[in-house]
């Protein structure tokens, strides 16, 4: 059933986006800069007078994750009181970052994408949508890369499928490249804004990253973002485009970009379109219902407190196309990928921190999926926390301790490189087909050590139950084990998934171990 808004949207949508503005100085809006400059430098200042006597908020923080949190914090709590509108949030950011230093060894190369008459031929929710283009629209980008990657790949031959390509940066021979939509929810943030997070990730993994400026909201609500990860997928994989062998694609992205990356692998696997051959997700915003305990326990996160409706900065207002429609339309599966069947997909990897908001949503994404979950001190390898033993081996989850969201985007975290040899590792093993052997006879809970297991009395055989003992004597004050039961309400559609048919009435639990 389509629930695409009405036709307002369809003229709203093939307007070109208001976000890339010129990013001149708005003089205009010089006392607003002063003002949150000096908001930060006394946030700083008193931060590092206070750091030798009072502890961060998280004991295990140094002083500089503490001084970004409190900083990053500060102007989200500030931004009502400086900005006006929309384009004032975007071209502060904008101007941050194009006056932000690049560093030489990154490799920015800008593309469009023709977006031809009538699109691609989408059907379902981006039918209305791909009638409407009329060969005017093109959808903007870059390719980003390491200097060494890129210009080691440049020397490779045209792969065979890139051949009748005219793109300049066709596919080579053998190469693995990253599809990225970037985050920010749904209405901030760019290409720019991820630069050097991407650069880090390509250097990491030896891959160059297309990484594309999909429509924001409010002025290209939902389903417009949607259409546009769409086709970036299909120039990545057109002969005629780039000329991608799609197993040679792996999806990727973070916040609200890797939820978008969920909701467009549903939609390709929905209408029997080509997907990608894997994905990683860095703290995706997977339920935009925003109702999870950990929005309101983590709140030593620097996401803010979810907003009212009536917020005049509401991400989710902003996507589902007004106020009024969020009852609607915020359950929906390519707006909320943790309300839709999670079968058929391709191999996921979803990192998130412990300390941050969307920790609860990553969780529950994973155990109806019934995937794995990873214990930190086991990482980069793959996981093993019950893997092989009836749960789904393509969907694996690593918490990280302590950690905020998207903290693969702070560079001075030893946490955020481990992170990104993980991403690299699950590609790899992914794509030569080799899974390590199974290996939970052995388990070791440190306290540094994060373990998360979902399990139901069907799969605790005679040969996992001494494990499971073991897992359950480890149990201390600060365990804490939670029952179907105590899953919030409108989660309770896990327990009636076709998936679980047969495991009705089984006890359900979830440990955490920290």
């Excluded at 302590?402 to 093993?429: C, D, T, W, Y």
Aim: with cysteine; proline share 8%; hydrophobic share 40%.
């Amino acid at each position: 059933m389509s629930i695409l808004p009405q036709t307002t949207l369809i003229s709203q949508s093939m307007s070109l986006p208001k976000r890339r503005g010129s990013p001149a100085f708005p003089v205009r809006n010089l006392r607003r800069y002063i003002a949150l400059l000096s908001q930060q430098l006394a946030i700083g200042a008193s931060m590092i007078i206070r750091h030798p006597f009072t502890p961060p908020p998280v004991p295990t923080w140094p002083l500089h994750l503490a001084l970004f949190v409190a900083m990053v914090r500060a102007t989200a709590d500030i931004q009502e009181h400086i900005v006006e509108d929309i384009s004032d949030i975007r071209h502060l950011i904008d101007t941050f970052f194009h006056y932000l230093p690049k560093l030489p060894q990154m490799r920015l190369v800008p593309f469009r994408i023709p977006i031809p008459t009538h699109g691609r031929g989408f059907p379902g929710e981006l039918q209305q949508l791909e009638l409407s283009e009329n060969g005017h629209r093109t959808l903007p980008g870059q390719w980003i890369a390491d200097s060494k990657v890129w210009d080691r790949i440049m020397k490779m031959p045209l792969a065979k499928s890139a051949r009748g390509s005219r793109d300049p940066y066709a596919a080579r021979e053998g190469e693995k490249v990253i599809l990225y939509t970037h985050g920010g929810g749904y209405f901030i943030c760019s290409t720019a804004t991820h630069r050097e997070l991407l650069w880090r990730i390509s250097r990491a993994t030896g891959r160059r990253i297309f990484s594309v400026d999909y429509r924001l909201a409010p002025e290209h609500p939902y389903p417009a973002a949607l259409q546009d990860a769409a086709h970036a997928f299909s120039h990545l994989t057109d002969p005629k485009g780039c000329g991608f062998d799609r197993k040679d694609v792996t999806a990727a992205g973070d916040s609200a970009g890797g939820g978008l990356s969920v909701a467009m692998m549903m939609y390709q696997r929905d209408h029997h379109l080509a997907m990608p051959s894997k994905a990683f997700l860095l703290s995706p915003w997977l339920d935009l219902t925003m109702t999870c305990d950990s929005w309101v326990t983590n709140s030593m996160d620097y996401l803010p407190t979810p907003p009212k409706i009536e917020h005049k900065f509401n991400p989710i207002s902003f996507y589902c196309s007004g106020r009024d429609k969020i009852k609607t339309l915020a359950r929906h599966p390519y707006i909320s990928p943790l309300w839709g069947s999670l079968e058929g997909l391709p191999p996921l990897l979803i990192q998130c921190g412990e300390k941050e908001r969307l920790r609860d949503e990553c969780i529950l994404f994973t155990y109806k999926a019934r995937g794995s979950f990873t214990a930190y001190d086991d990482l980069p390898v793959p996981p093993k926390s019950l893997e092989g033993r009836g749960l789904n081996p393509n969907v694996e989850l690593d918490m990280y301790p302590g950690m905020v969201h998207v903290f693969q985007a702070i560079p001075f975290l030893p946490e955020s490189n481990l992170a990104l040899k993980r991403m690299l590792e699950f590609m790899q093993r992914k794509e030569t087909g080799k899974e390590e052997a199974d290996a939970t006879a052995d388990v070791s809970v440190s306290t540094a050590t994060v373990v998360v297991v979902c399990a139901t009395k069907a799969l605790q055989t005679d040969q996992e139950r001494p494990m499971m003992e073991r897992l359950v004597d480890m149990m201390v004050e600060s365990t804490v084990c939670k029952s179907m039961e105590e899953i919030p309400l409108h989660l309770q559609l896990i327990a009636d998934d076709a998936r679980l048919e047969g495991l009705e009435g089984e006890a359900v639990t979830t440990m955490y171990i920290l």
